[in-house]
């Protein structure tokens, strides 16, 4: 069989990402149900893919894991009753400790350290920063801060791809994604200050707070990428799933984004307001 034609993946990786670019992009304008549904359907997707690497290993409640999430997500949509996060956390938590006595009772066996562990950790990881992506779009310069945060992310991963594959030589974390290297690494964060860059020149925008998104998404959202990579590395899958085209899943597509989410609404829809 022949290997596989690395022109052929780059095409196929360029149409996929323009189609999710446009939709992403289209999405955030359009805001209300439109941005809600892109947001719930790529965290549970991410979630599923999360839970089938973990259940490798561990049992799960997954049911559980998928409800909590939705009640996290509800309870941010403008207009709903404010639902305190760490109440849903701790009420799902108790129905996992029921669910293993259960399990207990019954069979004689119970997994309730690694069932709450994982099934929690997958709301945590996942669910929480897409959630508050979910809130940036409710921010007086919500599309602005959104629009940034995407263009950053890709800007970056796109060029750590291009240099990396292009020019690098120096492995950054050999042990967790053996083709990370420094130049990767260096022209990813500099991609990322170059796609902000482009936003603030386009929609004629001012530098400061903007190249802020570039410097969390130039530098986080490596290692958020390096986090999925881990927890695949320990797993033995090279992909969280086959979703995507030239890209995997959705978690492998929209893994730094996780990170880059969370430290951005910590400084737009915190520390900044």
């Known amino acids: 069989m022949a290997g596989s034609n690395p022109s052929r993946e780059l095409i196929l990786r360029t149409l996929s ?27 549970l997707i991410s979630q599923g893919e999360y839970y089938r690497l973990l ?11 998928y409800i ?13 009753r404010p639902v ?3 109440l849903i956390l701790s009420l799902s938590t ?8 259960l399990r207990r009772q019954t069979t004689g066996q119970s997994f309730v350290v690694g069932n709450v562990g994982g099934t929690l950790s997958g709301v945590l990881f996942i669910v929480m920063p897409w959630t508050c992506i979910l809130l940036l779009r409710s921010l007086p310069t919500g599309n602005l801060v959104l629009v940034s945060l ?8 796109v060029m750590a791809y291009l ?3 292009r020019w690098g030589r120096n492995r950054l974390c050999e042990h967790i994604s053996p083709k990370k290297t420094w130049e990767g690494f260096i022209g990813g964060f500099l991609g990322s200050f170059l796609m902000v860059a482009i936003v603030i020149y386009v929609l004629e925008q001012p530098p400061y707070p903007l190249f802020l998104i570039g410097l969390v998404c130039g530098l986080a959202g490596q290692m958020g990428d390096l986090a999925e990579s881990l ?7 090279k992909d969280s799933g086959r979703l995507i085209p030239g890209h995997g899943g959705a978690l492998d597509r929209f893994d730094s984004i996780l990170i880059n989410g969370l430290l951005t609404y910590l400084l737009f829809g915190i520390v900044l307001t």
């Open 17 to 43: 990402g323009a189609v999710i670019v446009l939709g992403i992009i289209g999405c955030i304008y359009l805001g209300g149900t439109a941005w809600l549904c892109v947001v719930a359907t790529l965290a």
């Open 55 to 65: 259940g490798k290993r561990l049992r799960l409640s997954r049911g559980i894991g």
């Open 68 to 80: 909590c999430s939705l009640a996290v997500l509800l309870s941010a949509v403008e207009g709903s």
């Open 84 to 86: 305190s996060i760490a």
């Open 94 to 101: 108790y129905a996992i400790f029921m669910v293993e006595i």
């Open 150 to 157: 995407f263009a950053s992310t890709w800007g970056c991963d």
């Open 163 to 165: 240099i990396g594959a």
């Open 231 to 237: 927890l695949k590395r320990e797993l033995g899958e």
